[in-house]
């Protein structure tokens, strides 16, 4: 006998409830191989139901191989069924670094003031250019655009690409290099599959993004910190008795420090890669947003033949497009491209056309400098608000581009403790020591993203911040 009810309130058909009963008990074993099961009349009077109901359930369990009907004798419970539960316990998911500061935010927090480094103005995205050219590319493009693509991304955004990145990174390349991604996270790990692997050394700065620690070491790279300071990666450090496989490196904009590496030391870097045969992996994430001096020039254009050069528009527009690009050395394109291709074939087309038609007309740049000037003015807020809030107390370091800065606090360490209290009073920020690879040096230091909040809410959670510190002094 099979016993289990019913429920004449729920939505769910009463056919699919009898077929998820008797499949999950199969699945767990309770029903065993060669057990009987009651007829389609005896369980439609047990369940006081049409007998046609069970018929159904009993069809879609012996199409799926649940049962088998034998001749003559009634239907059984078939051979290798069941699939009884492993026991394992459940692993913590992986929730990738930078991601932890948005889960309140996501679940709908709106009182959640996540002071996130690399969170552009999410209001300000231009909705209606956007939307106007992505409804023109849907009824204009040919039909070959809603078709399969080539890893390397569409021919028209590459060469938009090549051209807008020669005018304001000063990057020098053809558009048979680039190979578009779904954004920088992307890029990093095709980078790191082409040139890391198992017994490969990756030469890093220190700090740097955890995440991206991660991403080399999961592959198997053997990771060398390099210590920064308020300019960069300390050149004079690079190692001379081994040839590291790549050197990554933030160059126009030290992520987490803010530092800007000079001509000097790029020289230096370049000199090392000649001489070592490495590869300089230059991650250019937010460097159009310079709000003190001239534009820095991209790493690239002085050796395009011995630097990755990597890009996103996550900054620039929106993380949600999930595009970036890479420019490959000539040598190495065809690998880029065929990593590309095994890894997810291409990046959405009609995006891409999207994004292309709106660099070729000339949006990208304007929202760039629209966009400069809102982030300018927001950052000038924060460092306003922090003087006020903290006075001496605190020292402003890696202001002058991009989207956070540092504040270093004298007499202060920013331990786990006082983070995870920070985000139950609901502020969420993220300790430079966090990204460092040799701790116990910059734990007085938190980074602060401006770009997505407004001055209300940074005043807001400064003040929590205060509150906070004042308990662990």
């Not at 204009?140 to 938009?160: D, M, V």
Request: glycine share 8%; net charge negative.
């Amino acid at each position: 006998m099979v016993w289990f009810t019913i429920d004449r309130q729920s939505s769910v058909p009463l056919i699919h409830q009898i077929y998820i009963e008797l499949s999950e008990r199969i699945l767990r074993g309770e029903l065993k191989a060669g057990a009987a099961i009651p007829s389609s009349r005896q369980l439609a009077a047990e369940l006081h139901v049409s007998r046609n109901v069970v018929l159904q359930a009993y069809d879609q369990l012996q199409a799926e191989g649940y049962i088998e009907s034998q001749y003559g004798s009634g239907t059984f419970v078939s051979e290798g069924a069941s699939f009884p539960e492993s026991g394992e316990r459940m692993v913590e998911p992986f929730i990738p670094e930078m991601e932890v500061l948005e889960m309140k935010q996501r679940s709908g927090d709106s009182s959640y003031i996540s002071f996130r480094s690399g969170t552009p103005a999410l209001d300000l995205f231009p909705r209606s250019k956007w939307a106007r050219l992505a409804q023109r590319i849907i009824l204009e493009s040919p039909e070959s655009a809603f078709g399969y693509g080539q890893p390397e991304g569409r021919e028209e955004l590459r060469k938009a690409l090549t051209a807008y990145l020669l005018r304001s990174r000063g990057v020098r390349c053809h558009p048979s290099q680039l190979v578009i991604t779904s954004g920088a996270t992307q890029a990093i790990s095709l980078i790191g599959r082409l040139l890391g692997g198992e017994g490969r050394t990756a030469i890093l700065e220190d700090p740097i993004t955890r995440d991206i620690q991660t991403i080399f070491a999961s592959l198997g790279a053997q990771l060398h910190p390099i210590p920064v300071d308020e300019q960069g990666m300390l050149t004079q450090q690079l190692p001379s008795d081994y040839r590291p496989s790549f050197i990554y490196l933030t160059p126009s904009h030290q992520f987490p420090t803010g530092g800007t590496l000079p001509i000097q030391r790029r020289i230096q870097l370049i000199e090392y890669a000649r001489t070592t045969g490495c590869y300089l992996v230059e991650d250019d994430y937010d460097s159009e947003f310079r709000y003190e001096g001239a534009p820095v020039s991209a790493l690239q254009g002085l050796e395009p033949d011995k630097v990755i050069y990597i890009g996103t528009l996550s900054k620039i527009l929106s993380p949600a497009l999930r595009m970036g690009y890479i420019i490959f050395p000539h040598p190495l394109i065809e690998k880029g491209r065929r990593l590309k291709w095994f890894s997810d074939l291409h990046t959405p087309s009609l995006e891409q056309l999207t994004l292309a038609h709106f660099i070729e007309e000339g949006h990208l740049e304007r929202h760039v400098l629209k966009m400069k000037r809102v982030y300018r003015k927001r950052r000038d807020m924060l460092i306003r608000l922090l003087k006020e809030t903290f006075g001496e107390q605190v020292t402003i370091r890696g202001q002058g581009t991009g989207l956070h800065l540092i504040a270093d606090f004298q007499g202060i360490q920013f331990t786990e403790e006082l983070l995870a209290e920070l985000d139950h009073e609901g502020v969420g920020l993220q300790a430079v020591e966090k990204h460092a690879m040799e701790k116990g040096k910059r734990e007085g230091q938190v980074i602060l993203g401006f770009g997505h909040l407004t001055e209300l809410e940074m005043a807001l959670g400064l003040r929590i911040l205060k509150k906070v510190m004042l308990q662990y002094e």
